[in-house]
Nanobody, 121 residues
């Protein structure tokens, strides 16, 4: 059993910053890919940023240069630093981790509960 707990969402003005955190816990052997997705009202969920265990990253074109994804493998935590926020960044942000679990050593994706980010003046 694995759970991901997100924090850091909230209301911010355009041009402001937020830092999201997602901590994984449970029967974890190792975590491979970690990522952040978002879903706005009436929109489909989209990938925002992803990071591999070794640190390689990729970003959606819409957030390049503004967002930075990072991870602390010792803490099983992934972060998303969001700068220069725009109203179109408003969405529920979800973290996802590719986790190899203990005992069975099978690998599956796990999702956080989502955290609301609202960018508005």
């Amino acid at each position: 059993q694995v759970q991901l707990v997100e924090s850091g969402g909230g209301l911010v003005q355009p041009g402001g910053s937020l830092r999201l955190s997602c901590a994984a816990s449970g029967s974890i052997f190792s975590i491979y890919g970690m990522g952040w997705y978002r879903q706005g009202p009436g929109q489909q969920r989209e990938l925002v940023a992803a990071i591999l265990r070794g640190g390689a990253t990729n970003y959606a074109d819409s957030v390049k240069g503004r967002f930075t994804i990072s991870r602390d493998n010792a803490k099983n935590t992934v972060y998303l630093q969001m700068n220069s926020l725009k109203p179109e960044d408003t969405a529920v942000y979800y973290c996802k981790c590719e986790v190899r679990v203990l005992l069975t050593y099978t690998t599956s994706d796990y999702w956080g509960q989502g955290t609301q980010v609202t960018v508005s003046s």
